[in-house]
């Protein structure tokens, strides 16, 4: 917390986001229910992503398992919350299929001693098609 007032206090462009408040409340007066809920998606997925950020870089993983970890998080949160209570549908989906791909992994972790990074891939190939199998298996 006092790193964030810190920031506010002295690094952060206070124009910039005085600008940014006005244009997302002229927005919000155009169709405030839509741009509310895409703020909020935005805001949710954003902080997921930071969160993954952060725990992949304390695990030391690699940039481009970073990076695929960080994408596969936002976009789970973003879909999630978009969906509202059917979203929590995604996460199941992305849970499961995760596990699954980790579970019959076995290849895969063999692999990595030679392509670094397979098989976090795998293990995100695995969550992906999960919340696919899982949202097509509801409608």
Same mark, same amino acid.
């Given at each position: 917390?006092?790193?964030?007032?810190?920031? &506010? $206090?002295?690094?952060?462009?206070?124009?910039? %986001?005085? +600008? !940014? #408040?006005?244009? /997302? =409340?002229?927005? @919000? *007066?155009?169709?405030? &229910? $839509?741009?509310?809920?895409?703020?909020?998606? %935005?805001? +949710? !997925? #954003?902080?997921? /992503? =930071?969160?993954? @950020? *952060?725990?992949?870089?304390?695990?030391?993983?690699?940039?481009?398992?970073?990076?695929?970890?960080? #994408?596969?998080? /936002? =976009?789970?949160?973003?879909?999630?919350?978009?969906?509202?209570?059917?979203?929590?549908?995604?996460?199941?989906?992305?849970?499961?299929?995760?596990? =699954?791909?980790?579970?019959?992994?076995?290849?895969?972790?063999?692999?990595?001693?030679?392509?670094?990074?397979?098989?976090?891939?795998?293990?995100?190939?695995?969550?992906?098609?999960?919340?696919?199998?899982?949202?097509?298996?509801?409608?």
């Amino acid at each position: 917390a006092q790193q964030l007032d810190e920031w &506010l $206090r002295r690094g952060c462009p206070q124009l910039a %986001l005085a +600008v !940014a #408040a006005i244009v /997302a =409340g002229v927005f @919000c *007066l155009w169709d405030g &229910l $839509r741009v509310w809920q895409a703020l909020f998606t %935005l805001g +949710v !997925a #954003a902080t997921a /992503a =930071g969160i993954a @950020c *952060l725990e992949a870089g304390h695990l030391g993983l690699p940039a481009s398992s970073q990076a695929i970890l960080v #994408a596969l998080v /936002a =976009g789970v949160a973003a879909v999630s919350t978009w969906r509202g209570f059917e979203g929590s549908q995604v996460i199941f989906g992305a849970a499961l299929g995760g596990f =699954g791909a980790y579970a019959v992994g076995g290849w895969a972790r063999l692999l990595e001693a030679h392509l670094a990074g397979f098989a976090f891939a795998w293990y995100a190939f695995g969550a992906t098609a999960g919340s696919a199998l899982i949202g097509a298996w509801r409608r």
